[in-house]
């Protein structure tokens, strides 16, 4: 087998992609320290055509060569917004008719092989800091919690992982 060329790829140009239609998808990040973990998401974002991101409280903001150092210029093709606060967020998100979703190990959270949502419905996934996780007022606004299996020895994993695989399975469902 050969490897595809870039061209064999045939992906948009930045200026068709930001006029592209966008999935109903928005991630919200909560005070996440990492600026290559803020711009894995990006790109992750990109691939999945996510609407927009909110970087809220200490996450980082555009532009920084850390994030692009990851996210590959996706800084740049994903829009963003930022606020101070994460539940002000969830606020304007909730108002604009979104389902808050909630990326934490909680009592009563939804595995993430179990999630539904219907192609109809607009969501919210909340990823969370890398040592404190999602902030527990922030798990309090959340319309579900969801969880993803593990079976090793660590507790959780990386917050750009976890988040692109709530991605993909969004993604699926979603499109």
Not at 101 to 108: H, I, P, R, S, T
């Amino acid at each position: 087998m050969e490897k595809k060329t870039i061209w064999d790829l045939e992906r948009a140009g930045l200026d068709t992609y930001r006029q592209s239609p966008k999935l109903p998808i928005v991630v919200v990040l909560d005070n996440i320290r990492s600026l290559n973990n803020i711009g894995a998401i990006f790109r992750t974002c990109d691939a999945f055509r996510v609407d927009h991101v909110c970087l809220c409280g200490i996450t980082a903001t555009p532009p920084s060569p850390e994030i692009h150092k990851t996210a590959l210029g996706a800084e740049e093709s994903v829009n963003w917004k930022y606020y101070d606060n994460t539940l002000a967020a969830l606020d304007d998100l909730k108002k604009a008719g979104y389902k808050i979703a909630v990326l934490e190990q909680v009592k009563g959270s939804i595995s993430l092989p179990d999630m539904k949502f219907s192609p109809d419905e607009k969501v919210a996934i909340v990823a969370g800091n890398e040592v404190e996780g999602v902030a527990q007022d922030v798990v309090n606004a959340a319309d579900i919690c969801v969880e993803i299996p593990q079976e090793g020895t660590k507790h959780s994993l990386n917050v750009s992982v976890s988040t692109g695989l709530i991605l993909w399975e969004s993604f699926i469902l979603l499109r």
